[in-house]
Nanobody, 115 residues
């Protein structure tokens, strides 16, 4: 059993910042990557940022320069620092953990950006 829990979501004004946290626990083996996806209302889930254990990152074009993904491998945790937030960033953000080529997902945390 793998448990993934996200936290840190909330409601902020445009230009504000939030830091999301994700902790994986349970049967954690051979983690290849941890990262973040999001689903906005009426839209499909999309990749936000992912970080491999070797340090390779991948960001969506829409968040480059604003978001930073980081990881604590020893604690099976991944973080997403979100700066200069925009209304279009409003979505449910999901943490994803890839182990042995299998993806595991958290329940999501809501991020709302509005004035």
């Amino acid at each position: 059993q793998v448990n993934i829990v996200e936290s840190g979501g909330g409601s902020v004004q445009p230009g504000g910042s939030l830091r999301l946290s994700c902790v994986a626990s349970g049967n954690i083996l051979s983690v290849y990557a941890m990262g973040w996806f999001r689903r906005a209302p009426g839209q499909e889930r999309e990749l936000v940022a992912v970080l491999t254990g070797s340090g390779v990152t991948n960001y969506a074009d829409s968040v480059k320069g604003r978001f930073i993904v980081s990881r604590d491998n020893a604690k099976n945790s991944v973080f997403l620092q979100m700066n200069s937030l925009r209304p279009e960033d409003t979505a449910v953000y999901y943490c994803s953990v890839n182990m042995i080529r299998i993806n595991y997902w958290g329940q999501g945390t809501q991020v709302t950006v509005s004035s």
